[in-house]
């Protein structure tokens, strides 16, 4: 990067900085994981300087003779990855997907039916606070307060009660495993379209890990970042009947010319993706997952659920005498980097709540197995027991440093 050390001193010693926050801390946060070098340089590639509104043989602008073949690349990628009838490789991003999926079948004021926020649900799944709660009558399901599970029985009276013209599968924090067949069978019963947000867990999913929602949803969206390993974009699957909807309300309906940039980015991930080394790596999250959740449950921490069947976990450390809030600001003063999450049912304010969330997709990525994720259960622990003690915050930093120097992240192996 000596051109733009030379440009901008400022910018390159903060990228540097942020290299090696990457590289030295132990990195939770469930929505972040580590690309390849592949992807980093696809993302970086002259394909910025291009501008290409419309999609593949139908531009608005001259030129596009290599950009028709990225784009048509990445779709036939991802239609081969995760069996789509149709995908559209544009969005900027997941919320933007949600967005153009209300936009091609929806009027303000029509119904949707999503996960409540609070219990896991996604901000562009109905908040209040949220475009797609403000334009459209967002109604919301809830998860059962003695077991934090989904009731798929209230869901439907729910359904039957507010008449939804989509309903929403998908979430930010549910530790579970989602019954697409029953979603699919209550959209059906109230002839609602069927949506699934499965940006969480899409890497699962392409790895063979986790359950297609391919089969039964109309509309399948999620981000290209997360536990898929590619830059930050999205895709929308869906049926070919949808087809024409969905393309029109991406562009020009949402927004103008797709960051080709990323579309080929994503497309180097679609087939790193692809490989049976991907599927271990898939595979590996949710052991990974899983061994923290035992070794913090075996501490005595409530775990939402009590436990995980994917990539993440919810934990509420209200009996460890501390709030969410200042278990992560400890924790990253540490050397782990998660974040402050609400629980279902939480009586604590969202910006200091009950909760904190981890998830195991990043560290995986650099090779921890289930030894690796039992000494983070350690350090977590003795961190959230000590929160104030500053010699101990700094000890367990120095350990977390150098758990991470045995496993170099991808794209960062030149961090020393």
């Known amino acids: 990067m000596e051109e733009l050390r030379q440009c901008d001193q400022e910018i390159f010693d903060l990228v540097q900085q942020e290299e090696r926050r990457q590289s030295e801390k132990i990195r939770l946060i469930a929505s972040e994981n580590y690309v390849s070098a592949a992807v980093l340089q696809a993302t970086g590639t002259v394909l910025t300087n291009k501008y290409s509104e419309g999609y593949a043989g139908k531009r608005y602008y001259e030129g596009q003779q290599i950009i028709d ?59 209040p606070v949220s475009i797609s709660g403000k334009y459209f009558d ?83 969206t999620t981000t290209t970042h997360k536990s898929l390993r590619g830059p930050r974009g999205a895709m929308i699957l869906c049926r070919e009947k949808y087809a024409q909807a969905i393309d029109k309300a991406v562009f020009p309906g949402i927004q103008g010319g797709p960051h080709d940039n990323t579309t080929a980015a994503i ?57 969410g809030k200042k278990a992560a600001k400890a924790l990253d003063a540490a050397g782990i980097v998660l974040n402050y999450n609400a629980i279902p049912f939480d009586t604590r304010k969202p910006f200091d709540p009950s909760g904190i969330r981890m998830g195991a997709a990043a560290v995986t990525s650099r090779g921890f197995k289930e030894t690796e994720m039992i000494e983070i259960g350690r350090l977590l622990d003795m961190v959230i027991s000590d929160p104030e003690n500053e010699p101990l915050l700094v000890r367990v930093a120095k350990e977390a440093k150098e758990l991470c120097k045995a496993f170099p992240a991808p794209g960062l192996e030149h961090i020393s």
């Open 69 to 127: 073949q990225v784009e048509v690349l990445a779709i036939k990628r991802a239609k081969a990855l995760f069996g789509a009838e149709h995908v559209n490789v544009q969005p900027y991003s997941g919320s933007p997907a949600n967005l153009a999926v209300y936009l091609a079948f929806l009027s303000p004021g029509d119904t949707i039916l999503g996960m409540a926020l609070p219990h896991g649900g996604h901000l562009t799944h109905g908040s």
């Open 138 to 220: 967002a109604q919301s399901y809830q998860l059962e307060a003695a077991t934090g599970l989904l009731d798929y029985a209230e869901i439907r009276a729910k359904a039957h009660a507010c008449r939804p013209k989509i309903i929403i599968a998908g979430h930010s924090a549910y530790p579970r495993i989602l019954d697409f067949a029953r979603f699919r069978e209550i959209a059906d019963e109230v002839g609602a379209l069927f949506m699934v947000d499965m940006a969480h867990f899409a890497g699962l999913v392409a790895g063979g890990a986790h359950p297609s929602p391919v089969p039964y949803a109309d509309i399948v």
């Open 267 to 323: 497309a180097v991930a679609l087939k790193e993706a692809s490989t049976d080394e991907f599927k271990q790596y898939a595979h590996q999250v949710v052991k990974n997952a899983g061994a923290l959740a035992e070794a913090l449950m075996a501490k005595g921490y409530r775990l939402i659920t009590n436990g995980t069947e994917n990539h993440l976990m919810l934990v509420d450390v209200t009996n460890k005498g501390i709030s």
